[in-house]
């Protein structure tokens, strides 16, 4: 599956407010997705999608475990 397929699937779960270069508050929502890649598809990763710094999202992905339940299906 395309990537920003999967980052479009989830809006922003989180709210953030960041103080940008301008001296303006960006807006920011954040999601984060647990995923697998065929690379490696026995290690669980998380994908974090950050909505409002630019036209795409921002994704980031990490091996750390997030500390609700719920993102992890495995």
Do not use: D
Request: aromatic letters at 14%; glycine letters at 6%; hydrophobic letters at 40%.
């Amino acid at each position: 599956m395309n990537i920003l397929e999967v980052a479009h699937q989830y809006k922003g779960n989180y709210a953030l407010k960041f103080n940008g270069r301008n001296k303006k508050y960006v807006n920011c929502k954040i999601s984060y997705i647990p995923v697998r890649i065929c690379e490696f598809p026995n290690k669980e990763l998380l994908m974090v999608v950050v909505y409002g710094f630019g036209k795409e999202p921002m994704m980031l992905w990490t091996n750390l475990k997030s500390t609700e339940s719920e993102a992890y299906p495995w």
